[in-house]
């Protein structure tokens, strides 16, 4: 085991320090035009492209992923946003013209996206390189300031990540304090939460996020809480065989990366009883051809390590052993290595594949996060319409509902099923993380896997207050004209009352809100009656 260094746990006071600079940095920065903000991320990407090699280094070495698995996941996906971003991010926050009232003809209407202010970003272990970077960009981008708590199991990296965004910020020319990383355990955490962040990011597990709400009630400070996931892969009764080996290889590849721990990544495979013999011996094949162990100078390690180590094996071992006992079967893995087994001198789970599980399984309910399939049989019920209402009455039986997957031959099928499975995000014939490569779309889940949403337009609004607009669109008129068509009060409505205001405004919704003419005509009647009052 490497010694890779010590970082301070940051207390209350360093955190209060660090959003105090971001603060002051963030009143510079607000008023920035888009062509400064487009100029950073573009900056940015430049950094990115130009040292993929070592920011998946540093991501392989603080996680143990594989370098695949950091290019793919953490350097594309980040690239795509920061393209997205660029090329969108404007159009997005620029001022957006509304309809004015019935009542107001003579106004403009819009809405502005101002920032927020300070972002908050408590942040997990399983993405070191783009966890930090996501929420960067879009703070940035929408003009605020960020101050990022991550894992005490990711710490390390943000000496590379937190260098380099202050040489970014420096050669963009925008101020170099925007960016604050704090280190730490739950104290350090709880004190961004309690200490003037404006809105507060917070990606991590349920029974955390209930302490990160209750915290963020007491100064009424807005949070988007993403919470894991437990995602569902239906496979249909339809598939042909050829279909079957593309499909097999896109569940390992959803269930294997980065050792399974993802957020968004399939974790419960419900296969039509007509395609499981054909799934099944499939994914056992490619799981036990996976070569597991230490990745950084191995191009050919599948899978690497399990960043949380022992503990979180053992979170594994008693849910693979309670299926069993239930009446699952292990095709391939479902050990914790020990004695002379080689991968016992790491942190390394095998990839397991988990057949017949039952429902009555506390895997079916309880996050993984970690390299294990579980594959369930939907029975046969007696044609496809059956056979897919209980895919999706087996896939919808759980408390998380993050993303969601489903495949079939027929492409309106899949996207049938698909779209009755309970989740913030799905995809048809495609792996559910097909959306995240979409960063126009807004990322996040339902019920246990959390609200509000990071990415896309709604992502980067999310971290603005709207701000509504009005004012006279006539002032251009000449000759005073304009001046002349300001709002000004009714003689009806005028203080003092003479009486008449209430048939004036009858009158008023009579004659603009009623139908028929003789509904108008006797507004009209009543807007003359109350004037002469």
């Known amino acids: 085991m490497d010694m890779l260094g010590t970082l301070p746990v940051a207390s209350a006071e360093d955190v209060a320090a660090a959003v105090g600079r971001a603060r002051v940095a963030q009143a510079a920065w607000a008023g920035s035009t888009w062509g400064a903000r487009r100029r950073l991320l573009r900056t940015m990407l430049r950094f990115v492209t130009e040292n993929q090699r070592a920011i998946a280094r540093v991501a392989v070495r603080e996680s143990g992923k594989t370098m695949v698995d950091a290019i793919f996941g953490e350097i594309l996906v980040t690239c795509e946003k920061l393209k997205w971003t660029i090329a969108h991010g404007e159009a997005a926050l620029r001022p957006e013209r509304r309809p004015t009232g019935t009542l107001a003809m003579t106004k403009r209407a819009w809405v502005e996206w101002r920032p927020v202010g300070v972002v908050g970003a408590i942040v997990p272990w399983n993405y070191p390189f783009h966890n930090v970077f996501n929420p960067v960009i879009s703070a940035l981008f929408a003009g605020n300031g960020i101050v990022i708590k991550v894992s005490e199991y990711a710490s390390w990296s943000t000496l590379y990540y937190g260098r380099a965004l202050r040489a970014i910020l420096a050669a963009a020319g925008a101020p170099t304090d925007l960016v ?203 044609g496809a319409a059956a056979n897919d209402d209980e895919a999706v009455r087996l896939a919808n039986n759980c408390d998380f509902a993050l993303s969601s997957c489903a495949f079939a031959q027929s492409a309106p099928r899949a996207r049938a099923v698909a779209a009755r499975l309970e989740a913030g995000m799905s995809a048809s014939n495609d792996l559910e993380g097909s959306t995240y490569l979409s960063q126009s779309l807004p990322f996040g889940g339902r019920k246990q896997s959390g609200f509000d949403r990071f990415a896309g337009i709604e992502g980067l609004r999310g971290l603005t207050t709207p701000r509504a607009v009005c004012d006279d669109a006539l002032e251009w008129l000449p000759f005073g004209m304009g001046a002349l068509l300001r709002t000004a009060i009714p003689p009806p409505l005028q203080y003092p009352s003479r009486g008449g205001g209430f048939d004036f405004a009858s009158g008023l919704i009579e004659l603009f809100y009623g139908e028929g003419v003789s509904l108008k005509l006797r507004g009209v009647a009543k807007l003359i009656g109350a004037a002469a009052k």
């Open 180 to 382: 604050q990383f704090v280190t730490g355990y739950g104290s350090t955490g709880a004190a961004l939460v309690s200490l003037g962040v404006d809105k507060l990011i917070f990606v991590g597990s349920p029974s955390v996020g209930g302490h990160v709400m209750r915290a963020a009630a007491a100064s009424l400070t807005p949070v988007v809480l993403e919470l894991g996931g437990k995602d569902p892969f239906v496979v249909c009764d339809d598939v042909s065989e050829a279909e079957l080996d593309r499909i097999a290889q896109v569940a390992c590849r959803g269930v294997f990366q980065n050792m399974g721990q993802n957020c968004a990544g399939p974790e419960r495979f419900f296969v039509a009883d007509a395609a499981y013999a054909g799934f099944c011996s499939r994914v056992g094949a490619i799981a036990s051809r996976l070569k597991c162990g230490p990745p950084l100078d191995d191009a050919e390690v599948d899978c690497g390590a399990i960043t949380m180590g022992r503990r979180q094996m053992g979170h594994y071992q008693a849910l693979v052993d309670d299926a069993v006992s239930k009446g699952a079967r292990l095709l391939v893995g479902g050990y914790t290595p020990s004695g002379d087994d080689p991968l016992a001198a790491g942190s390394f789970y095998p990839p397991t594949v988990l057949v017949d599980v039952p429902e009555s399984a506390d895997i079916l309910q309880t996050e993984i996060f970690g390299p294990i399939m579980c594959v369930v049989r939907v029975a046969d019920c007696g």
